[in-house]
């Protein structure tokens, strides 16, 4: 049997809920994968229960307001919420393990952001 693939987009606000559902129901995190988007940042979530993945895509317009942290319930995606905090300038809410912008030693602050350098940083692909 092969492996079957969900993927749908999720708002900020319901990234705990959804998180906490999945781990209620055996789901594992598999990653957390940022990049830029527009003025902001997507993240996205892969979480796998056996031969089933779910991916959910959040749109972070604006990386100030902030996203909630799924390390409640996953604990190993603080490694992937520091990373687009560092990186791409995503604020995350109550990580558990926050390095608070010391993950990377980085010659500038979010490098791979589309706001970097006023508004185009080396994240652009435009």
């Known amino acids: 049997m092969g492996m079957t693939e969900t993927y749908a987009s999720l708002d900020a606000a319901e990234l705990p809920l959804w998180a906490r559902a999945r781990k209620a129901k055996g789901w594992r995190f598999v990653q957390m994968c940022a990049r830029a988007a527009g003025e902001g940042a997507e993240l996205l979530y892969t979480l796998r229960r056996g031969s089933e993945l779910e991916q959910r895509l959040v749109a972070v317009p604006d990386p100030d307001a902030g996203v909630p942290s799924v390390t409640g319930e996953y604990l190993a995606a603080f490694v992937f919420e520091n ?44």
């Open 83 to 126: 990373e687009a905090h560092d990186l791409f300038g995503v604020r995350i809410d109550g990580m558990a393990i926050d390095f608070h912008g010391k993950f990377y030693r980085l010659a500038e602050k979010a490098p791979m952001a589309t706001r970097a350098a006023g508004g185009k940083g080396k994240g652009d692909a435009r």
